[in-house]
């Protein structure tokens, strides 16, 4: 289990010096500060493509459940988690 | 003192020490230089020492080095070490950190010309059969562009282009033995059993496109599996020359562009086959993919 937990009200947004490519249905990324990059499955990548603009977690959510037949209480728990792991990875940070 | 003019990787070399390996070529403007001096203050360690630009390293007992600029490599060759093996790290590691520092794309790889336009690259652990293969190609009348290391360069269009190395291919004694005429061979160092074939004859030339890239792997049978997405952009990222060389000169960020960009306009391929026969099979589905695959 992940370290972070966020909250659904807070702001995300992408770490800015990320360098990203798509390749085929999925992303990959380079994290300039560590040299380490990261692979994306097509619907992690679907997940990265909703969060250009600083976002909340429910209002990803919602537009998750727009275009994947999921039930609520389960998006929630899966993009929390997955948005936990990219904050974690520092991948993503908590704006405010 | 003699000067010595040679070309590889498209590249005119002047250099105070012969390289066998390379191509000779007449007395001209040199791109990159390569230089005998002393170098006693960086034999401290034996680590690379990186910063842009620049990429120093000592090898005990054998050669010192500091690669400038992407066109100078200076040399100091200790006086008792074994002189091809101090030259194979000067057309090895030093024109490779070289190329790197003029910003192209370099692959652990040898490269196949396939037809008039296109070649193929071969990648694979150690023993995993890489020069073998390119001799193979040889024997059936395939041209060579390199046998070790590809420089890879991208034009506007975003093609990847291959450059052509140096006409000669390493091959383990017992390949060499079974199709060449050892006498005339060098090994590679003195105590080697890994010989350097002149492959003059079948050297290409000019640079190809990179038309597909194989990961040799040892199996039964030849079977291919073409990969996509991230996992082509990772293994591709596996298959660069001496990655801390990247890191160190950092160069990370063109580097991974540059990954991205190879890995979508060439196809990709882990290859299984016998380690020494089928070649003919292996050489068969090369060519198969060449025709078909129209990216």
Redesign the interface.
Same mark, same amino acid.
């Given at each position: 289990m992940s370290e972070v937990a966020i909250a659904m009200d807070q702001m995300i947004c992408r770490r800015k010096d990320l $360098?990203a490519?798509q390749?085929?249905?999925?992303? $990959?990324m380079?994290d300039?500060e560590s =040299?380490q990059?990261f =692979?994306?499955?097509?619907i992690a990548s679907a997940i990265w493509e909703k969060l250009e603009q600083p976002i909340t977690l429910f209002e990803l959510c919602e537009k998750l459940m727009v275009e994947f037949e999921v039930e609520p209480e389960q998006c929630k728990n899966d993009v929390s988690q997955f948005v936990e792991q990219l904050v974690e990875n520092k991948l993503l940070e908590v704006c405010e | 003192m003699s000067i010595y003019f040679y070309k590889a990787f498209n590249l005119i070399i002047q250099s105070d020490f012969e390289c066998p390996t390379l191509e000779v070529v007449e007395a001209q403007k040199a791109d990159v230089v390569i230089q005998k001096e002393r170098l006693n203050h960086l034999k401290n360690d034996h680590q690379f020492h990186g910063v842009p630009g620049r990429l120093y390293f000592h090898v005990p007992t054998i050669v010192t080095m500091d690669v400038r600029d992407g066109n100078t490599i200076l040399v100091d060759v200790e006086d008792t070490a074994d002189f091809p093996l101090a030259q194979a790290y000067i057309t090895g590691s030093a024109l490779g950190i070289i190329l790197q520092q003029r910003g192209l794309l370099v692959l652990h790889a040898n490269a196949i010309a396939i037809n008039d336009e296109e070649a193929a690259l071969f990648v694979g652990a150690s023993g995993a059969g890489k020069s073998t293969t390119a001799n193979a190609f040889m024997q059936a009348g395939f041209e060579v562009l390199t046998d070790d290391v590809s420089a890879i360069e991208f034009d506007k269009h975003g093609n990847a282009w291959v450059l052509p190395a140096y006409p000669s291919i390493k091959l383990w004694q017992d390949v060499a033995q079974r199709d060449y005429d050892l006498c005339g061979l060098r090994p590679i160092a003195s105590r080697e059993k890994k010989f350097y074939v002149k492959a003059d004859a079948q050297f290409c030339h000019d640079k190809r496109k990179v038309q597909a890239i194989y990961g040799l792997e040892v199996g039964d049978e030849v079977s291919q599996e073409e990969l996509?997405? *991230? *996992? #082509?952009?990772?293994w591709l990222?596996q298959q660069i020359y001496r990655l801390y060389l990247v890191?160190l000169l950092g160069q990370?960020?063109q580097c991974?562009?540059q990954i #991205?960009k190879l *890995?979508?306009v060439a196809e990709l391929y882990k290859i299984e086959r016998p380690l020494n026969h089928c070649h003919d099979k292996l050489i068969k589905v090369v060519m198969n993919n060449s025709k078909v695959g129209v990216k």
């Open positions: $360098v490519s390749m085929d249905d999925e992303i $990959v380079l300039m =040299g990059y =692979g994306m499955n097509p | 996509h997405g *991230a *996992a #082509a952009f990772d990222h890191q990370q960020e991974f562009r #991205a *890995a979508k």
